[in-house]
Structures are given as structure tokens and as C-alpha cells.
């Protein structure tokens, strides 16, 4: 079978998406100053790229799949089918511009946006009514204003960055997150897309395993019936009878977050010897 040709975004994101491969059971080991990764799995081919360039890479038919930022498959407008959405670097495409300016003030003039996404910001400041001529950056967008441009558009997770140069942001074009997605010819083969799906299962997998523990517990017969009943679980508790029949082993797939509130409860409720486990994959 041909491999399966996979782009890798370089910087902030290569982090995840390499602990996300290692997780599935795919290391990833890079070379300094290469750009061809090596996976640890005969029938994948990696290549590092720049996350802007990923969705229309994969559009051409150079690669059957990749990582990369719904800002950047939006702004490309390439033609991509996303997989998964991972959840890895959420940020926001937002406008902003200095604290001490009006939004109505600055349509009543042309304005000079700075921004990396040439497309998104001309499609918002048309349909928001403004004048404007668009000023491309190539990183540190919010160091332009007030001298050299009126607005940024740009992204941001906290906003904290933008505040710190004196920015308020006036409205929100994009939520973004990292995307697993593939082209649409290698869709249209029968073995690649097998081969997308069965990543998109694994990596899936990480991700809920990641979200979730495991609890275990004994539980007297006489408070069997309560605790059960009061037991969250993905689809129904593991029981197990206890060593000379004395009551059940119960153990249950819960999210982190219930955890602080699920383990008094399910004191108040009989259980004893709760054990908590951490989880590599969870296959729902």
C-alpha cells in the first residue's frame, strides 16, 4: 500500500500534535534543522510545514492529510474535509484597536488594518461598513498600532497581550482550534481513508483518555442497589463479586472534572477502597 502522506505544522502546534502521535502509539523523532520527521509506523510519511500552508497543500494532492488551525483553512479557503477538531490552541481572530478610539469615529475615514489574515479581515471590514486598506504583518501585529495602523486583526487566547500594548478588542471574527483534516482525492481512495479513519479513532481515543479516569471500588451487597444508581458512567459499571462474597468491585470511567464532587458522594453511598486511575485511551 502507498503511505499515507501526513503534514506536520512547525512551531507552537508541532508540540501537541507530536505528544498526540506518541500517545496513539505513533513517536515521532525530529532531527534538528530537517523538515521529514520519522513516525513510528512504516505506512506513515511525515513533512513539516508552516500551519498556513497545510490547507491548500493538501488541496493540490501532494498530501493525504494534516494539522492545522481552522483560521488558517479559512483564511486559505482551501477545500478540505476536517476529521477532527483536536481542540489544541484555541484562540480567537478578533479586531482591536487602541483603547482610546471610537468604532464609529474610525468609519467615518480610511483606516489602515494590520493583519497575517489578509482574508478574513477584508471580508469583516467590508460587510462592518469600514474604509479601510489592509497592512499584511508577518508576526507581532499588535506593536503596529496607534503609529502605523488604526486596527489589528489578529488572534489571541487571553487577550492579555493585546491590553498590555494598549488594545481593546471590538469584535470576535473566528474561534479557532487545531483541525485534523484530509484532502478529498485521499477520501476518494478506499485504503487511505481507512487508514484517516483509523488515526482519527486513535487520536480520538488520546484525547477522551485524557478527559477521563478510572475509579475503582468495593461496595458492601446491602449498598450495591444505592450505589449503582447513583454511578455516572460511559455505558454501565464493570461489577465483579468480591473474595468470599461479601459484596461487588465496581469500576467506572468518569471525566476529571466530576471527580471532586463524584468521590464524598460515592462515600456517602457505601463505596470503600476507591482507587483512582489515570487512562492512555478510551474507545467510546
Known amino acids: 500500500m502507498e503511505k499515507l502522506r501526513i503534514l506536520i505544522p512547525k512551531g507552537r502546534i508541532f508540540d501537541n500534535i507530536s505528544r498526540l502521535f506518541e500517545e496513539a502509539g505513533f513517536p515521532i523523532s525530529l532531527a534538528d534543522r530537517t523538515y521529514r520527521p520519522l513516525i513510528g509506523a512504516d505506512w506513515l510519511d511525515g513533512k513539516i510545514m508552516k500551519p498556513q500552508n497545510v490547507g491548500e497543500l493538501l488541496e493540490l494532492g501532494s498530501h493525504d492529510a494534516g494539522f492545522t488551525g481552522l483560521d488558517w483553512i479559512r483564511e486559505s479557503g482551501a477545500a478540505v474535509e476536517e476529521i477532527l477538531d483536536l481542540g489544541f490552541d484555541q484562540v480567537r481572530i478578533v479586531a482591536a484597536i487602541p483603547a482610546g478610539r471610537e468604532e464609529g469615529e474610525m468609519k467615518k475615514q480610511r483606516i489602515v488594518a494590520a493583519t497575517e489574515y489578509v482574508n478574513l479581515a477584508e471580508n469583516w471590514l467590508k460587510k462592518s461598513g469600514y474604509q479601510f486598506r489592509i ?19 489578529d488572534n489571541t487566547a487571553s ?9 481593546r478588542i ?31 479513532m486513535l487520536f480520538k481515543a488520546v484525547l477522551d483518555g485524557r478527559d477521563r479516569v478510572l475509579l475503582e471500588m468495593n461496595v458492601a451487597k446491602n449498598r450495591f442497589a444505592e450505589l449503582v444508581s447513583g454511578l455516572p458512567a460511559m455505558r454501565s459499571p464493570t461489577v465483579a463479586p468480591l473474595y468470599g462474597d461479601e459484596g ?21 453511598l457505601g463505596a470503600g477502597d476507591i482507587v483512582e486511575y489515570d487512562l492512555r485511551k478510551v474507545v467510546l
Open 248 to 268: 461487588y468491585a465496581v469500576k467506572i470511567a468518569v471525566k476529571k472534572s466530576d471527580i471532586p464532587d463524584l468521590i464524598p458522594r460515592l462515600k456517602k
Open 159 to 167: 487577550g492579555q497581550t493585546l491590553k498590555d500594548n494598549g488594545l
Open 170 to 200: 471590538i469584535a470576535t471574527l473566528l474561534e479557532s482550534s487545531t483541525r485534523f483534516v484530509a484532502s478529498r482525492a485521499a477520501l476518494a481512495d478506499k485504503e487511505k481513508k481507512g487508514r484517516i479513519e483509523e488515526l482519527a
Open 135 to 153: 497592512l499584511r504583518t508577518y508576526g507581532a501585529t499588535e506593536v503596529f498600532p496607534p503609529d502605523d495602523a488604526d486596527m489589528i486583526i
